[in-house]
């Protein structure tokens, strides 16, 4: 039996900034969906992050870059609509912080009004005007840097980040600036355990890692992931505590089979006429079932 905590109020961006080094380790999953959002909720996760890995993992893109802010919008109104205590959190897309800070004001206050209590955005040091920008307008900020999907590109794939000292300082650097600015807790992406360790030291707000080891605050995986309802080649830092897809098949697979041999519905899952009305139709119901003119039914 797993323990989950009791039930309280809402979590707060303040609130998670203030269990750096307080408290057990904050648990972050994705969810794109009210019935996710209702599974999160019960399971007693502190923070729900509507990302943009909808794009691979709900909507079957190749990347994170096809998603738009309407996109987002819509799927953080639906998180929003199913859960009352995790904190959510709206992850900006690729191109919407990208152009000016008013523009990227705007973005994120329209995942604010779907129902987001917090943005996220990835980059380091450069996206400080943003953030800036964001927080001036007081809206909280989770910063994002390592792995950082939306770069894909410019990384050259979805690689390890942070493996050379001058990586790994910068890394640092980027870390301490965007607390500086700001940012109420940092996400961490596919950098080595040790360079995590060295981030989560120098910053005062709590670290959230994905592929970054056991040292940071804590730590995210992606909802289909951990419950296997994607099962594809997943990175080697996903932990499978569910294989929903192989149930969801296998269940499917069998309701497929009592259709074509016929015996799915039974008369307990069909509804039926009362006696009277029954009575009064005569001949135009057969075996308790109206067929045309009273013709006998077809049958399988």
Known sequence: MTSRPAASKPLTAPAVRARKGNGPPLVMVTAYDAPGARIAEEAGVDIILVGDSVAMVVLGYDDTLQVTVDDMAHHVGAVARGQQRALIVGDLPWMSYHVSVEETVRNA??????????????????????????????????????????????????KVQGRQVDAARALVDDAVALADEGCFAIVLEGVPDEVARLVTAAVPVPTIGIGAGRGCDGQVLVFHDLLGLEDRVLPKFVRRYASLKADAVEAMAAFADDVRAGRFPDADESYHLSDDVRRALGDLVVDGVAGPHGAEPRTA
Not at 119 to 127: F, H, M, N, T
Not at 131 to 148: F, K, N, Q, S, Y
Request: charged share 20%.
């Open 109 to 158: 206050a329209a995942l604010v009004r779907a129902g987001a209590q917090a943005v996220k955005l990835e980059g380091g040091r450069k996206r400080l005007p943003m953030v800036r920008g964001i927080v001036d307008a007081e809206v909280p900020v989770m910063g994002h840097i390592g792995l950082t999907p939306q770069s894909v590109h410019a990384m050259g794939g979805f």
